[in-house]
C-alpha cells in the first residue's frame, strides 16, 4: 500500500457502534408538497479495517423500530404493502468497497430491503482520531445514498385527486454513525 493510502486509511482495528450517539433515517416526499422524515431507532454496525487497508462496513436495522407515533401509520408500514416486518425484521447492509480520501468516504456495498438486495453507493465523511471523556478512540462516518424504494418491493402509492402521487420512489438515506474502538 502506497504511504498516500495507509495516511488516508481507517485507523485500523474493529469498531463497534455507539447506538446512542448514532441514528440510521430516511426522507421521502409526500403528497408532492413536503419532506417526511424518519429514523430507526435500534441499529447496529461494525467497522473492521485490517492491516492491509481493507475497512467493511456491516449494519443492520430492525424494522419495527422505525420512530413513528400513529400506530395506524406504523401498522400500515409494517404490512405487506410497505416493509412486511414479519416475514422481514431487518434491513441489512454489507459493503463490498470503501474508500477513504481525506475526510471524504465512499461506500459501495448491497442493501437489502424486504428481501431484496440492490448495490448502492452512499457518499460522506469520516472523522477519526478523536478520545472522549472516558479514553475510548471514536470515529464517526456520516453518509448519504438515494435509493428507488420500488427496486426492494416497497411499492404501495395512491393518486392524487389533481394529480401526482402520494409518494415519490425516490428515498434519501442517511446515517450518521459514531464507532468505538473495540
Known amino acids: 500500500m502506497s504511504p498516500t493510502a495507509l495516511a488516508t486509511a481507517v485507523p485500523t482495528g474493529t469498531w463497534q457502534l455507539d447506538p446512542t450517539h448514532s441514528s440510521a433515517g430516511f426522507a421521502i416526499k409526500h403528497a408532492v ?19 492491509d487497508g481493507t475497512t467493511t462496513l456491516t449494519g443492520t436495522v430492525q424494522v419495527a423500530s422505525i420512530d413513528i407515533d400513529d400506530p395506524q401509520f406504523k401498522g400500515h408500514l ?36 424486504k ?3 440492490q448495490r448502492v453507493e ?11 471523556l472516558y ?8 453518509v448519504e445514498t438515494r435509493i428507488d424504494r420500488t427496486a426492494f418491493g416497497l411499492n404501495w402509492n395512491a393518486p392524487l385527486p389533481k394529480g401526482g402521487f402520494a409518494l415519490a ?14
Do not use: C, Y
Request: hydrophobic letters at 40%; glycine letters at 10%.
Open 33 to 51: 408538497v413536503n419532506t417526511f422524515r424518519s429514523e430507526f431507532k435500534d441499529i447496529d454496525a461494525t467497522l473492521l479495517a485490517d492491516e
Open 78 to 113: 409494517m404490512a405487506d404493502d410497505f416493509f412486511a416486518a414479519e416475514q422481514f425484521p431487518t434491513i441489512t447492509f454489507t459493503s463490498g468497497s470503501f474508500t477513504r480520501t481525506d475526510g471524504d468516504v465512499v461506500v459501495t456495498g448491497d442493501l437489502s430491503i
Open 115 to 117: 428481501g431484496s438486495t
Open 122 to 132: 452512499g457518499r460522506g465523511q469520516l472523522a477519526d482520531g478523536a478520545e472522549d
Open 135 to 142: 479514553g475510548n478512540t471514536r470515529l464517526g462516518i456520516s
Open 169 to 182: 420512489n425516490e428515498v434519501k438515506l442517511t446515517l450518521d454513525l459514531a464507532f468505538v474502538k473495540a
